[in-house]
């Protein structure tokens, strides 16, 4: 259980990683604290204006984050408030909610893609090992695979892609 967290939460590293290219000129400090700050739906914001604008200024980093954390923060405090006066049968029904807005942010970055036939692809074969591995093996397992060869396929592709345009 602590490695499958551990391999989830990996993900804050590949996201500062992917963030670093928009944020050169920043001192270490401003670069430690918007990775620290970065949540998954910032992420996928700053990513986007980053290739619009080819950098991501501290300042308006630090606004997304911190408006995200409060957020998070004020939506915990009235979620908690609010839970035990919910029926049982809608609590039921908002537990796909996480799961969808991961779907929302994931198509957000899609769509502003310029290589969505790959992501497409990378994206089919995630499915395709879930849905075989599924059932007869540990599901920290089916998402680690599915993951890692998707992603595997994906950075290949890049470089096929890369290597064509020169």
């Not at 499958?4 to 670069?31: C, G, I, P």
């Not at 939506?75 to 609590?91: N, Q, R």
Request: net charge positive; charged share 10%.
């Amino acid at each position: 259980m602590v490695i499958s967290v551990l391999l989830v939460n990996l993900r804050y590293l590949l996201m500062s990683s992917a963030m670093s290219v928009f944020f050169r000129e920043h001192t270490t400090t401003q670069k430690i604290l918007s990775g620290l700050l970065l949540t998954d739906e910032t992420f996928g914001v700053a990513v986007q204006y980053g290739g619009a604008h080819s950098k991501v200024p501290f300042a308006w980093m630090l606004g997304i984050n911190v408006a995200a954390w409060l957020n998070w923060i004020l939506a915990c405090i009235v979620g908690a408030g609010l839970a035990s006066a919910l029926p049982p049968a809608l609590m039921e029904g908002l537990s796909f909610s996480l799961v969808s807005m991961f779907i929302g942010l994931v198509l957000m970055l899609w769509f502003a893609s310029r290589r969505r036939l790959l992501e497409t692809v990378a994206i089919a074969v995630s499915v395709l090992i879930t849905l075989f591995m599924a059932g007869h093996t540990d599901t920290s397992v089916v998402v680690i695979v599915a993951a890692s060869v998707s992603a595997t396929l994906a950075t290949l592709g890049l470089r096929l892609f890369a290597k064509g345009e020169q």
